[in-house]
């Protein structure tokens, strides 16, 4: 009964219509459209081509290469992603340790050649923190902290030799 007064209610209401696109409902920051990588609040790209994002992905739509600048800061020296292929998932953002990828709520993004859903780095990077303003991974990560070196702190191990640990 309770199903049947809503229905009836409804009948008599004033119909609300949005008239897309020239309405355009502002949507949540946290609703998962179009991906960017963002900076560091110092203008530094945030992401250090450690392709989590990439493994994660459940369509492999990330591709990218790893390089390392003169001060030995890693970056993509490209970075690709397939939006034909994404099911804007969010997984990517999830696993960034560095908070460089990110989802938006720009939903806008079809295309009728389908090539045009493939975006480079130079389409992905943008000028701006996105939704973390504050966090800057290198303030965090990888900072000498003066109170001993690797695999002195205590019950810290040491660091592996990777290369002696070869089969
Ligand atoms: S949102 Fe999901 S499908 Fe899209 S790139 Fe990220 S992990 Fe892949
Ligand atoms: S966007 Fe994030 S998860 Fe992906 S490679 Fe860059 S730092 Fe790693």
């Given at each position: 009964m309770t199903g049947f007064a809503t229905t009836f209610r409804h009948l008599f209401r004033k119909p609300i219509t949005e008239e897309y696109p020239e309405y355009k409902r502002p949507l949540p920051a946290?609703?998962?459209?179009?991906?960017?990588?963002?900076?560091?609040?110092?203008?530094?790209?945030?992401?250090?081509?450690?392709?989590?994002c990439s493994a994660v992905c459940p369509v492999s739509c990330i591709s990218m290469?790893?390089?390392?600048?003169?001060?030995?800061?890693?970056?993509?020296?490209?970075?690709?992603?397939n939006f034909a292929r994404?099911?804007?998932?969010?997984?990517?953002?999830?696993?960034?340790?560095?908070?460089?990828?990110?989802?938006?709520?720009?939903f806008e993004n079809c295309q009728r050649d389908i090539l045009t859903l493939v975006?480079?780095?130079?389409?992905?990077?943008?000028?701006?923190?996105?939704?973390?303003?504050?966090?800057?991974?290198?303030?965090?990560?990888?900072?000498?902290?003066?109170?001993?070196k690797k695999g002195e702190h205590v019950k810290e191990d040491r660091p592996v030799n990777v290369k002696s640990n070869l089969p």
């Open positions: 946290r609703s998962r459209a179009r991906i960017i990588l963002t900076r560091d609040p110092d203008g530094g790209e945030r992401c250090v081509a450690c392709y989590l290469q790893s390089a390392e600048d003169e001060s030995g800061r890693r970056y993509a020296e490209w970075f690709r992603i994404c099911i804007y998932c969010g997984l990517c953002e999830e696993a960034c340790p560095t908070c460089a990828i990110q989802l938006t709520p720009d975006f480079e780095k130079k389409d992905l990077l943008v000028d701006h923190q996105g939704k973390d303003k504050e966090y800057n991974f290198y303030k965090y990560a990888g900072v000498v902290t003066g109170v001993g």
